[in-house]
């Protein structure tokens, strides 16, 4: 069991940029990967980054948030960020963090893989 906190949510100007943070319970080590979701009202949840926690830290993305989106971790804090740059107001979203441990279903951005979800940040994007 992991309990995940997601912060660092707000409203931002188009162009702007922000940092999430998640912060775990507990060591990872290398038993997970970490996701970040997001979800807008109306749409299905969206995977957007993973990044395994052991040695490496391969990281996945969606096609959509290339190049803008960044997943990263400190293992010594337990915590995943997720820096997005050049905010738009379609990246307005709750965005959730969540744990897989199933490792081999690495690289999945599939809601369903993950078995561990924080309660979400609002990110809201607007002039």
């Known amino acids: 069991q992991v309990q995940l906190v997601e912060s660092g949510g707000g409203s931002v100007q188009p162009g702007g940029s922000l940092r999430l943070s998640c912060a775990a319970s507990?060591?990872?080590?290398?038993?997970?990967?970490m996701g970040w979701f997001r979800q807008a009202p109306g749409k299905e949840r969206e995977g957007v980054a993973a990044?395994?926690?052991?040695?490496?830290?391969?990281?996945y993305y969606a096609d959509s948030v290339k190049g803008r989106f960044t997943i990263s971790q400190d293992n010594a804090k337990n915590t995943v960020y997720l820096q997005i740059a050049s905010l738009k107001p379609e990246d307005t979203a709750m965005y959730h963090c969540?744990?897989?441990?199933?490792?081999?279903?690495?690289?999945?951005?599939?809601?369903?893989?993950?078995?561990?979800w924080g309660q979400g940040t609002q990110v809201t994007v607007s002039s």
């Open positions: 969540a744990a897989n441990d199933r490792l081999w279903l690495r690289g999945s951005l599939r809601p369903a893989d993950f078995g561990y």
């Open positions: 507990r060591y990872m080590g290398s038993r997970y990967y």
């Open positions: 990044i395994y926690t052991g040695a490496g830290g391969s990281t």
